[in-house]
């Protein structure tokens, strides 16, 4: 069983940074892609940035804008988010992912474990 657990969430203003991390338990962390995504209410949940288990990274296109940065630590099983120049339209719960294979796909196809999410919300 793999438990994911995100946190780093909270309530920002617009331009300020936050750093999500993600941390896994069970099984490693480094056969792996993981990914991040976010949802609001009543929306599907939407890819922000992954990264394979080779470190490479890939990014949502109409989301980044070079703000978002993700990155992992093998050694301590974690995933982290660093999102910088947060806009209100950000505000999301953001959940991280890990991915069936050692590719981090853009769609939630390709991820086999989720966490429950943390609440990030940019006011203006």
């Known amino acids: 069983q793999v438990q994911l657990v995100e946190s780093g969430g909270g309530v920002v203003q617009t331009g300020d940074s936050l750093r999500l991390s993600c941390t896994t338990s069970?099984?490693?962390?480094?056969?792996?892609?993981m990914g991040w995504f976010r949802q609001n209410p009543g929306k599907g949940r939407e890819f922000v940035a992954g990264?394979?288990?080779?470190?490479?990274?890939?990014y949502s296109a109409d989301i980044q804008e070079g703000r978002f940065t993700i990155s992992r630590d093998n050694a301590k099983t974690t995933v982290y988010l660093q999102m910088n120049r947060l806009k209100p339209e950000d505000t999301a719960v953001y959940f991280c992912?890990?991915?069936?294979?050692?590719?981090?796909?853009?769609?939630?196809?390709?991820?086999?474990?989720w966490g429950q999410g943390t609440q990030v919300t940019v006011s203006l």
């Open positions: 990264i394979n288990f080779s470190g490479s990274t890939v």
């Open positions: 069970g099984r490693t962390l480094g056969i792996r892609g």
């Open positions: 992912a890990r991915a069936k294979t050692v590719v981090a796909e853009s769609t939630v196809q390709g991820y086999d474990f």
